[in-house]
């Protein structure tokens, strides 16, 4: 404790800028570069503006009929005839996805679509709910803040609590913590520290999910890393914001304006079957059902396992990329994900949070009152009385889909009484499983944003980065990289990426 406090910064943090733009160099690619950009999700856009803002002539192939991947949205018809859009499911914006948000800027300067979603409560049958929001916005003042403040934990927790182990939390160094942790599940590094069931349960497990794993499924290594990243060592505090409409009308269909004025063309419903190494350095692109395209400069941003069944099913390319092939084939998936929308026929409790984490129900990871956080479920819910509420489970084991919706529908009447007898008036429903895992001892196999086959850079959120980076910012970062990449190639400067600490207060130098 004493070193902790003995070596607490003074000032606040700032974020960091890790990529600097290079004003030597000029800012446009030559008159005829072009760039093929398979997937359009956030990592796809991402690289696909910066390419397009910067001359080159990008055509962005999305094998769905809607952008945007799993932050996607698409036009759905209620039962009483009501248009709305519904999506994968509710999604915080950090405030320290600086990247992303840099991408967003460009559709809407002020992000004025976003609005702060509150307090950020984890909820749980057997303990009262704890928030998270407004601690301190350094360390280890914000560690040492949590302790003090946490119903689940207390100062004497911290004092009584491995420190030398608990000191690894404030002490991230990729090197070192991947070194000494990744072997490790993030559920054993947990027990080890000494603290409590119930402040294991409400801090680390519920935050150990959001990265759709079990805690005994995740490299210790990475809820090390992750916990820098959106807490100890995000300059922001951790804080998030969430748009207060549709992604599809704030976020998508914007931006396929954009792209489209840039001189971008934009491919949906058109899914890359193959992709081969063909003469003078070029790949030639197979899609479904549309004329093949050939690129000098490829970037795979699809998610995981599209990329490991892509590549698996380009022939020519496992013989002449084997980096990329040995990487791709080692692809896993995380266990499947299931959102369940709900429109009830009476609202919840007035003192029920936005947004709630859950802690140790065996389904249900979330809960999200929609019909308080956008407009066009505020307003199905003001003309009928009801209210909109959506259910997440983040590794799923239900069987499928209609057994996850009722065994989230049960916890979640268990947690909130009032909507045990509300009757459903209408279900949407979605199981998949497409986002990445980190399992123990993962560190190292992960496909890298260049280097692994001769032009073509790979992205998303699944992708190993040199930067720190979770999530959403990682699918945006990866994607600015490859086009920082590409531009490297034709001689034109980066594009300026910002990050946090990426250290620890307490890491070695
Ligand atoms: C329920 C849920 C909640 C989440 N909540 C949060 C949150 O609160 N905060 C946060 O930061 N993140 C959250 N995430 C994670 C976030 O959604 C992802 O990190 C991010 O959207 C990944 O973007 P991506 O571009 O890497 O991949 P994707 O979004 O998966 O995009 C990949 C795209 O590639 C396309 N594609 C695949 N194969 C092909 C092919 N062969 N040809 C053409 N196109 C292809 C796909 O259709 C898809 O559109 C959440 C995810 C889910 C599922």
């Known amino acids: 404790m004493n070193e902790l406090l003995s070596r607490a910064a003074p000032l606040r943090m700032r974020p960091r800028v890790l990529v600097p733009a290079d004003p030597r160099r000029p800012r446009g690619a030559p008159v005829g570069t072009e760039a093929v950009v398979v997937g359009g999700g956030i990592a796809g856009i991402s690289a696909a503006v910066v390419l397009a803002e910067r001359g080159v002539a990008v055509t962005l192939v999305e094998a769905a009929d809607t952008l945007g991947g799993r ?37 809407d300067p002020e ?34 803040a949590l302790f003090a403040r946490s119903p689940s934990l207390g100062l004497r927790d911290l004092l009584s609590s491995n420190q030398s182990l608990a000191a690894q939390l404030l002490a991230y160094d990729r090197a070192r913590t991947t070194a000494r942790f990744d072997e490790m599940p993030a559920a054993e590094f947990l027990a080890s520290l000494g603290m409590s069931d119930r402040a294991q349960a409400m801090l680390f497990e519920a935050f150990a999910r959001s990265f759709f794993a079990d805690p005994g499924a995740l490299s210790a290594a990475e809820l090390i890393a992750m916990f820098h990243y ?44 193959a992709i081969t190494p063909v003469d003078r350095h070029l790949w030639q692109v197979e899609i479904d059902a549309a004329p093949s395209l050939r690129t000098r400069h490829l970037v795979l941003a699809t998610d995981p396992g599209a990329l490991r069944d892509l590549v698996a099913g380009s022939p020519d390319t496992r013989v002449a990329a084997p980096k990329l092939a040995r990487k791709a084939a080692a692809i896993e998936v995380a266990p499947p994900f299931a ?36 407009r066009p479920s505020a ?26 919706t009722a065994r989230m529908r049960a916890e979640l009447a268990a947690l909130w009484p009032e909507t045990a007898a509300a009757e459903v008036v209408h279900v949407a429903q979605r199981m998949e499983a497409t986002a990445p895992t980190w399992p123990p001892g993962g560190a190292g196999t992960r496909p890298a944003v260049t280097g692994d086959a001769r032009g073509v850079r790979i992205a998303g959120d699944h992708v190993d980065s040199p930067f ?30 910002l990050g946090v600490p990426q250290r620890g207060l307490l890491a070695r130098r």
């Open 468 to 497: 720190l980076t979770g999530l959403m910012e990682r699918a945006s970062l990866t994607g600015v990289l490859a086009a920082n990449d590409i531009l490297d190639e034709v001689g034109a400067g980066p594009e300026e990426i």
């Open 339 to 374: 959102v369940t929308r709900l429109w009830l026929d009476r609202d919840v409790a007035a003192e029920r949070a936005t947004f709630n984490a859950v802690s140790r129900e065996p389904t249900l990871d979330s809960v999200t009152i929609y019909s308080r956080l956008e």
């Open 71 to 107: 932050l996607g949205a698409w036009p759905h018809t209620l039962p009483d005839g009501t248009e709305q859009v519904v999506e994968h499911g509710f999604h915080a914006f950090f405030r320290h996805y600086y990247t992303w948000r840099a991408m967003l800027r460009r559709i």
């Open 230 to 273: 959106y807490f100890l060592g995000n300059p922001e505090g951790i804080g998030f914001d969430a748009p207060d409409t549709d992604h599809l009308t704030c976020i998508w269909a914007p931006f396929r304006t954009y792209l489209e004025s840039l001189g971008a063309e934009v491919l949906t419903g058109s899914r890359v079957s």
């Open 111 to 144: 992000l004025s679509f976003l609005r702060p979603v509150g307090g950020y409560p984890v909820i749980s049958r057997e303990w009262p709910a704890e928030d998270l929001t407004g601690l301190p916005g350094s360390p280890p003042l914000n560690l040492v």
């Open 379 to 404: 307003e199905w819910a003001a003309r009928t009385g009801g209210s909109v509420v959506e259910l997440h489970s983040y590794a799923c084991d239900a069987p499928d889909v209609d057994a996850a």
